[in-house]
């Protein structure tokens, strides 16, 4: 009778495990539903540039300008004669094109998203399963730059990736799962 009760213990005691697709299917998910991203603040409205300080930061506006993502009005210029020194007050708008990168936006600053992360299929999912409810899971994400990325001041150029490590417990009725 003992032994048919060990048993009996034993075969209702189910030991799930997960294996690389199957975290990396759980990973996807999440990242689908939250993605994970960089951001920054951008300034629009009404900026000033002078000619030879500020003409890199006029170009970045200006390629914005160029891929509809914001319109560029000049609204004065001053030009000094016979001197390179002169300056240009332009309005800049957001477009609705720019609306997908655009998180949060005030009266003349928006925080838009600087750099992507996805999912990288080149590099496996490393995982480690801790006990039979929870596993460490640790993926690599590739970085793709939006076209407000030239605006980061604190670029880091290092790597095209990042590494991050996610866990995962088991859930009864929905299976495995991102644990926050």
Known sequence: ILSLIIISFAGCKTKVTINQDEAGEVITDYLKANPEYKTIRFKFGEIKFNSTNDLFELGKYKSLASKGLVTLNLKEAKKKFLS???????????????????LKQDADRATVKAVEY?????????????????????VSLKMITTDFEPFDKEANKNSNFITKTYKLKLDKEEGWRLQK
């Open 118 to 138: 996805v999912l990288a299929d080149e590099k496996p999912v490393n995982f480690e399963q801790v006990n039979s409810s929870t596993a460490k899971v640790t």
């Open 84 to 102: 390179k020194d002169s300056s240009f007050v332009y309005q800049i708008n957001l477009t609705d094109k720019a609306s997908p990168l655009v």
